[in-house]
């Protein structure tokens, strides 16, 4: 029989601030301290008795195990070999759980409180439940088939192993590597931010102002915030399905990186959308980008790009900081709501036009073409012919008209 005491401190993880482009303004420290004063027992003989006990499984095998009282952990050391042929119910206090090795063959269910779950190694085939309470999950290895946060704001750090189904109720969570089925965050003021790793599914989040980040790895399926006035930025990764972000008042940054293969669906709102540093080769991947309902703002900065169909529902469109954008076709703006928009170019940008309009989405209002820059009737076309058409005002700012000439007979 051991008398052990045990301290762990288990995640500094930065968050981020829900105001301007960096956001990187501040951190939350998440510290466990847990004191266990009780029997240690080794060799998995996992028996429940009063008081905080500390159990240890590292070779043979146990029946599952239900201690609801006091302050319980349980450890599978590295390189072991035990077993739990059952379920880990533990109660209400801050309950600690390490597996560097082992099998659970069974669900976890940590019950309410501060607790703690680390895993590097081993196996769990049931879920992992972390009840209520500041809870913190850290995965750098093995394999659990679903992880369920519960209540209060938890945090989740995952740089490997696998999640088998579903990441649910988490609040702050980084990824960087590893697998996991689907992730649904739920209500809350979440962040999820992902430099690495796989989900098969969606990633999801529920009413609440939710931050997502995506600067590497792969999401199989969609990106979904619900109401609330959401950010999303990528940098980086693939994203196969859609990004949803439906009602709000919603800011979606892309710069620089990152392949979206289905729609950008902004919903409704006054939504703001920023395209910066992209070409049309990672542009066209998109089918569409569309504003939703609203007074919605699309901002192309130091990006090239065409297909002015693939832009739909923004009342307001800026070419800025050398940005260009080939038009080859109808360019409409506004929404059945507001029915027409406006779209600017900068002293440094240029609208290319070979037969291209600006036409407002409800036929007879007025659009405005503001031109600080370059409208270019002659690079994209060698043709005389080109045309382009403004449905509604041209408001010149010093910008130029760049034309093709035929001289004629005399």
Same mark, same amino acid.
């Given at each position: 029989?051991?008398?052990?005491?045990?301290?762990?401190?288990?995640?500094?993880?930065? &968050?981020?601030?829900? !105001?301007?482009?960096?956001?990187?303004?501040?951190?939350?420290?998440?510290?466990?301290?847990?004191?266990?004063?009780?029997?240690?027992?080794?060799?998995?003989?996992?028996?429940?008795?009063?008081?905080?006990?500390?159990?240890?499984?590292?070779?043979?095998?146990?029946?599952? +195990?239900?201690?609801?009282?006091?302050?319980?952990?349980?450890?599978?050391?590295?390189?072991?070999?035990?077993?739990?042929?059952?379920?880990?119910?533990?109660?209400?206090?801050?309950?600690?759980?390490?597996?560097? /090795?082992?099998?659970?063959?069974?669900? $976890?269910?940590? *019950?309410?409180?501060?607790?703690?779950?680390?895993?590097?190694?081993?196996?769990?085939?049931?879920?992992?439940?972390?009840?209520?309470?500041? %809870?913190?999950?850290?995965? &750098?290895?093995? &394999?659990?088939?679903?992880?369920?946060?519960?209540?209060?704001? %938890?945090?989740?750090?995952?740089?490997?192993?696998?999640? $088998?189904?579903?990441?649910?109720?988490? %609040?702050?969570?980084?990824?960087?590597?590893?697998?996991?089925?689907?992730?649904?965050?739920? +209500?809350?003021?979440?962040?999820?931010?992902?430099?690495?790793?796989?989900? +098969?599914?969606?990633?999801? &989040?529920?009413?609440?102002?939710?931050?997502?980040?995506?600067?590497?790895?792969?999401?199989?399926?969609?990106?979904?915030?619900?109401?609330?006035?959401?950010?999303?930025?990528?940098?980086?990764?693939?994203?196969?399905?859609?990004?949803?972000?439906?009602?709000?008042?919603?800011?979606?940054?892309?710069?620089?990186? *990152?392949?979206?293969?289905?729609?950008?669906?902004?919903?409704?709102?006054?939504?703001?959308?920023?395209?910066? !540093?992209?070409?049309?080769?990672?542009?066209?991947?998109?089918? /569409?980008?569309?504003?939703?309902?609203?007074?919605?703002?699309?901002?192309?900065?130091?990006?090239?790009?065409?297909?002015?169909?693939?832009?739909?529902?923004?009342?307001?469109?800026?070419?800025?900081?050398?940005?260009?954008?080939?038009?080859?076709?109808?360019?409409?703006?506004?929404?059945?709501? /507001?029915?027409?928009?406006?779209?600017?170019?900068?002293?440094?940008?240029?609208?290319?036009?070979? !037969?291209?309009?600006?036409?407002?989405?409800?036929?007879?209002?007025?659009?405005?073409?503001?031109?600080?820059?370059?409208?270019?009737?002659?690079?994209? /076309?060698?043709?005389?012919? %080109?045309?382009?058409?403004?449905?509604?005002?041209?408001?010149?700012?010093?910008?130029?008209?760049?034309?093709?000439?035929?001289?004629?007979?005399?």
């Amino acid at each position: 029989m051991l008398t052990v005491n045990q301290a762990l401190r288990f995640v500094k993880y930065n &968050t981020v601030s829900k !105001h301007g482009p960096a956001r990187a303004v501040g951190s939350v420290t998440l510290v466990c301290a847990i004191s266990l004063t009780g029997v240690a027992k080794a060799d998995c003989t996992l028996i429940a008795s009063a008081g905080n006990d500390v159990y240890s499984c590292s070779s043979g095998s146990s029946t599952g +195990l239900t201690d609801l009282s006091g302050a319980n952990s349980l450890v599978f050391p590295a390189g072991g070999t035990g077993t739990v042929n059952g379920n880990i119910v533990f109660g209400p206090q801050n309950d600690v759980i390490q597996m560097d /090795s082992g099998k659970i063959l069974g669900l $976890v269910d940590q *019950g309410d409180g501060a607790n703690v779950f680390k895993i590097s190694a081993g196996t769990v085939s049931g879920d992992v439940s972390q009840g209520s309470g500041v %809870d913190n999950f850290q995965m &750098t290895g093995g &394999t659990i088939a679903s992880l369920t946060q519960g209540d209060s704001r %938890d945090v989740f750090v995952m740089t490997g192993g696998t999640i $088998v189904g579903g990441f649910d109720d988490g %609040d702050i969570a980084k990824m960087t590597g590893g697998t996991i089925g689907r992730v649904n965050m739920k +209500l809350d003021d979440n962040l999820f931010d992902m430099s690495g790793g796989t989900i +098969l599914g969606n990633l999801v &989040t529920g009413f609440g102002d939710d931050t997502i980040i995506v600067s590497g790895g792969t999401i199989g399926g969609n990106i979904s915030v619900s109401g609330g006035d959401d950010r999303i930025t990528v940098t980086g990764g693939v994203i196969n399905g859609e990004i949803r972000a439906s009602s709000g008042n919603d800011r979606f940054i892309w710069n620089a990186g *990152g392949l979206i293969k289905s729609s950008i669906l902004m919903g409704d709102g006054n939504d703001t959308a920023f395209i910066s !540093h992209l070409t049309e080769d990672t542009l066209s991947l998109t089918p /569409s980008v569309d504003g939703g309902l609203g007074n919605d703002t699309l901002t192309f900065d130091n990006s090239s790009s065409a297909g002015a169909a693939r832009y739909i529902g923004w009342e307001s469109v800026n070419l800025t900081n050398n940005s260009r954008f080939n038009l080859a076709g109808d360019f409409f703006l506004g929404d059945s709501s /507001s029915g027409t928009g406006s779209f600017t170019i900068d002293s440094t940008s240029a609208l290319q036009v070979t !037969h291209g309009a600006v036409r407002p989405y409800t036929s007879g209002q007025l659009t405005t073409l503001t031109n600080a820059g370059v409208i270019d009737m002659t690079s994209a /076309s060698s043709s005389a012919a %080109d045309t382009l058409s403004v449905y509604g005002n041209y408001v010149g700012r010093g910008g130029q008209l760049l034309l093709q000439t035929v001289l004629g007979k005399l």
